[in-house]
């Protein structure tokens, strides 16, 4: 999935979807579809979740769609979450369009670009704090932030793309100055040891 195409297509296709989520966001910070490096969803991330989803659900609340993940915590980069504990968030959107019965279907669905989820898979979430009136979140750089460990390699629905530029390597190691220049999948435990260098948490 290309990161440009896919930001054209919400702009186009999710425009009503998205100004409805531009009132419910965490921030309108949170809404501005522009590239973000591994640093800068580092340091506006609340919480940087590592675990396995195990339940993904969808519903209304207040007439407003979202879709429920619970996520079992192996890690949180920022120290905030035990492993074990549970981490359960609501994002805009259904999981897909719905029928209302009474001949209508619901298109509400959770917009093009933004993260989707998949029950038993592992990943790594880079959350934004919770809305103050809705609470609903979703992930920093929207699908840019959410990322899935396959093998021990660690990968965004973008293949990576865009995360590694503009950082500074002047303080990084030799392994994880590596792993800057390589393209697609990347060590998992090397990608965690860079979040923790950014977050100020060592891992």
Not at 30 to 51: P, R, W, Y
Not at 108 to 132: D, L, N
Not at 185 to 190: E, L, N, P, S
Request: glycine share 10%; charged share 20%; proline share 3%.
């Amino acid at each position: 999935m290309k990161l440009r195409s896919a930001f054209t297509k919400l702009s186009c296709a999710s425009a009503f979807a998205l100004g409805t989520m531009m009132t419910l966001s965490p921030a309108a910070n949170a809404m501005k579809l522009k590239q973000q490096n591994l640093q800068q969803m580092t340091v506006e991330s609340q919480s940087i979740i590592a675990g396995q989803v195990v339940s993904v659900t969808d519903g209304f609340e207040s007439n407003r769609p979202y879709t429920e993940v619970t996520i079992e915590v192996s890690s949180d980069a920022k120290g905030k979450h035990k492993e074990g504990s549970t981490y359960t968030f609501r994002q805009f959107g259904l999981i897909k369009p719905r029928s209302m019965g009474n001949g209508k279907v619901y298109l509400g669905a959770t917009p093009e670009g933004f993260s989707k989820w998949r029950e038993g898979e592992q990943v790594i979430a880079f959350m934004y704090k919770p809305a103050s009136i809705t609470g609903f979140q979703t992930t920093v750089g929207l699908a840019q932030g959410k990322f899935v460990v396959r093998n021990g390699k660690v990968e965004n629905s973008f293949a990576n793309q865009g995360i590694f530029e503009g950082i500074n390597t002047s303080k990084l190691s030799t392994e994880q100055q590596n792993l800057l220049t390589t393209p697609g999948a990347v060590d998992v435990g090397v990608f965690m040891d860079l979040v923790g260098k950014f977050s100020g948490v060592q891992q």
